[in-house]
């Protein structure tokens, strides 16, 4: 199994500036990708991280507000840019690859904005 | 697009007594995911159903797939308040690279 750690585990921003949140993990993994989760909600993919390349993005999610790096395969970075009280949420890396398709998750980060 | 439909949303029951959490999602899909949150916690891997008519089981927690009916089912048998978490099921988008799609959670509380 795969284990992630995520950093940082949970800031407050104010308003305007930017967070960038690191997802480190212990073994090379095909695929990571980058969640948000809003109190009591479900979990929302922002992209996908593609290794060497610019990532994916799902509908309502802009490289501009959400930059994200994946220089190998066992890191990436999504910030948080020019924040707003509606980014405040947990943000999960989560990755996978293995022989069981497992798809492993990170502790989060929990952000809140001001 | 792949939607992915949990049911019920809220479930509140007696120590005890036997459940089932539904899971339908509306297009082809062969691999499907359950996961525990507790609150504050990320994510614990329950189970990973890869085919058609895959059982799993793990203490007093069973998970089935039907692709044919998109369905998923997660049953708990002799409930006890430790299994009280928000359960959320998890279907792969096919052929699009181990991207995921949630359900909306189902949150177990039981009682006492």
């Known amino acids: 199994s795969a284990v992630i750690s995520q950093k940082p585990s949970r800031d407050i921003c104010q308003r305007g500036t930017s967070l960038t949140i690191q997802c480190q993990v212990d073994s090379q993994v095909t695929m990571m990708f980058w969640y948000r989760q809003q109190p009591g909600q479900s979990l929302t993919l922002i992209a996908t991280?593609?290794?060497?390349?610019?990532?994916?993005?799902e509908s309502g999610f802009v490289i501009d507000k959400f930059p994200i790096s994946r220089p190998n395969l066992t890191f990436s970075t999504l910030t948080v840019s020019n924040m707003s009280p509606e980014d405040s949420s947990i943000y999960l890396c989560?990755?996978?690859?293995?022989?069981?398709?497992?798809?492993?998750f990170g502790p989060g980060t929990r952000l809140t904005v001001t | 697009e792949l939607k992915v439909e949990q049911n019920p949303l809220f479930l509140s029951m007696q120590e005890g007594k036997n459940y089932t959490i539904y899971c339908n999602y509306s297009?082809?899909?062969?691999?499907l995911y359950w996961y525990r949150q507790d609150p504050g916690k990320s994510l614990e891997s329950l189970f990973v159903l890869l085919s058609n008519g895959a059982v799993k089981q793990e203490g007093r927690l069973m998970a089935s797939l039907d692709t044919k009916a998109r369905l998923s089912t997660l049953h708990i048998t002799a409930a006890v308040h430790d299994l009280s978490a928000t359960y959320f099921c998890a279907v792969q988008v096919a052929n699009r690279d181990d991207k995921i799609i949630f359900g909306k959670g189902t949150r177990l509380h039981i009682l006492p």
């Open positions: 991280a593609n290794q060497g390349s610019e990532a994916t993005y």
């Open positions: 297009t082809t899909s062969d691999r």
């Open positions: 989560s990755a996978s690859g293995g022989i069981n398709y497992e798809q492993y």
